[in-house]
């Protein structure tokens, strides 16, 4: 049962264009998303994160948007640059756990092309 | 900086081997994490750890038990390693109640 989906495995878009990576989930009791990247043979680094009672958070190029009905989340990332090829992976959380449990989906591979 | 440093970065086993994955943090986190990591399964947790001696099982525990006798140090034992362990493995730590995580730079490990 996967409760984070991230259904497009891979995205390529050219430089200084808009990035945009998707993020579907299905428990209604998440109130917490994050973001992270990973560089091959690195471990994932925190990009951004949201909150619930949020629908949008920003943090220089990077843009996180939240639509609870919908449950769905994106990763906007103006203007892409090379250094932003990664994977990306979206996770989530129910706050009513102080373990703070992550549930991640299976990541997207974006390229950025000079 | 917060610090997650995992003892080996490639490691090489045989079948049926005992094998030892340990995980240090230096910023008294009291959550641990350990994830496997495998092409298009993205990050799948195994066990977690929220205090000293307390352990809980992830999502796919089979195979794998943790230990965690020291706050700072979490780690990963495959009693009898198999081929299908064959996986990137990440381990993590955050301070409790808070969500983000930091992770090591993870450990590649091949059983033959």
């Known amino acids: 049962d996967q409760q984070v989906k991230q259904n497009s495995p891979s995205l390529s878009v050219q430089e200084g264009r808009i990035s945009i990576l998707n993020c579907d989930y299905t428990n209604s009791m998440f109130d917490y998303f994050l973001w992270y990247k990973k560089y091959p043979a690195e471990g994932p680094t925190f990009l951004i994160s949201?909150?619930?009672?949020?629908d949008k958070n920003e943090d220089g190029r990077f843009t996180v948007f939240l639509n609870k009905s919908a449950k769905h989340l994106s990763l906007h990332i103006v203007p892409s640059q090379p250094g932003d090829s990664a994977v990306y992976f979206c996770a989530a959380s129910a706050g009513s756990s102080n373990t703070g449990k992550l549930i991640f989906g299976q990541g997207t591979t974006l390229q950025v092309k000079p | 900086d917060v610090k997650v440093t995992q003892s080996s970065r490639y490691l090489v086993k045989r079948t049926g081997e005992k094998v030892f994955l340990e995980c240090v943090q230096d910023?008294?986190?009291?959550?641990m994490f350990w994830y496997r990591q495998d092409p298009g399964l993205g990050l799948r947790l195994i066990y977690f750890?929220?205090?000293?001696?307390?352990?809980e099982k992830g999502d796919i525990p089979e195979g794998y038990s943790v230990s965690r006798e020291k706050k700072e140090r979490f780690s990963l034992i495959l009693e009898s390693a198999s081929t299908n362990q064959t996986s990137m493995y990440l381990c993590a730590s955050s301070w409790g109640g808070l969500n983000i995580q930091y992770f090591g730079a993870g450990t590649r490990l091949s059983v033959l």
């Open positions: 750890s929220y205090d000293v001696k307390m352990k």
């Open positions: 949201i909150s619930s009672i949020k």
């Open positions: 910023m008294d986190h009291e959550n």
